[in-house]
């Protein structure tokens, strides 16, 4: 690097020295070293360039080379599964509203209306899974805890609502077991008919909205409780009425649309329709 710098000083001063002297004899002598000088000026000029690009070159070749992290393997069948996987399992909301109704299946349905008597001092009993007699919670006082004072239906229905005939069939179980007072807890609505014959027959009726406005009474942790028992375990999938295994998805014969089938086929031949999304 130093000779390139004394080639170059040597260059500019052959260049610039004629210029200096001007019209002197000398200056007029010097005059045909002018070419010599441009050369030492572009060699030098080269040998820096040249020495520039080593160096940088150097510096790369002497900079520690880092392994690019490889990608994550992904097992097929996970890729596969977890599209689907987000599209089935909802998301658990965080206050109650319609969703929460929506989401649940029946037979959560029913555990959070029994909860929700439960809350307001009653004792219940209820069974899970087979024939009810028409009754899907009993209610006692816990002063009288041998003989029901109220009993529980509840429907778990969307876009259909209940009718007359079902608060009548209530009606009938209640004058079986000598029971004054009945609740009917549905996710729906009832018909005109169905609210004038509880009216007068003792038959207290709580629709979605009745429901809700019930729960918003409760303290705040009493309404993350009835969350806890609304979500609890697989909740979006349908139970077996008949023996309460969660039932499985199934697919029609011949191309027909898939439905809900119980695990026990052909013991047990439970079957419901898939609601639309």
């Known amino acids: 690097m130093s000779a390139a710098v004394r080639l170059l000083l040597l260059g500019v001063a052959l260049l610039a020295t004629p210029w200096l002297l001007g019209q002197s004899p000398l200056g007029s002598g010097l005059t045909v070293l002018r070419p010599l000088g441009w050369t030492m000026v572009v060699a030098s000029a080269l040998f820096f360039v040249l020495a520039f690009w080593g160096n940088r070159n150097a510096r790369k070749a002497a900079r520690p080379r880092v392994a690019p ?36 299946e029946w037979r959560r349905f029913e555990a959070v209306v029994e909860a929700l008597f439960q809350q307001a001092g009653f004792e219940t009993r209820s069974q899970s899974h087979g024939a009810d007699g028409g009754v899907d919670v009993w209610l006692y006082s816990r002063a009288v805890p041998d003989r029901p004072v109220s009993v529980v239906q509840c429907k778990h229905w969307q876009g259909r609502r209940v009718g007359v005939d079902k608060i009548r069939e209530l009606r009938g179980v209640m004058a079986a077991h000598d029971v004054k007072r009945g609740q009917f807890a549905t996710t729906s609505t009832f018909t005109p008919d169905a609210i004038a014959f509880a009216r007068e027959n003792s038959v207290n009726l709580l629709d979605v909205d009745a429901l809700l406005a019930l729960i918003a009474q409760r303290t705040p942790e009493q309404q993350m409780a009835l969350l806890a028992v609304a979500h609890e375990g697989d909740y979006a999938r349908p139970s077996c009425a008949s023996c309460g295994s969660k039932l499985v998805e199934r697919t029609a014969k011949n191309g027909g649309s898939r439905f809900w089938g119980c695990p026990g086929f052909p013991r047990c031949r439970t079957t419901l329709p898939m609601r639309s999304s």
């Open 69 to 104: 992290e490889p990608e994550p393997r992904r097992d097929p069948l996970l890729a596969e599964a977890l599209p689907k996987l987000q599209q089935t399992q909802p998301v658990n909301p965080l206050v109650w509203s319609h969703v929460v109704f929506d989401a649940i």
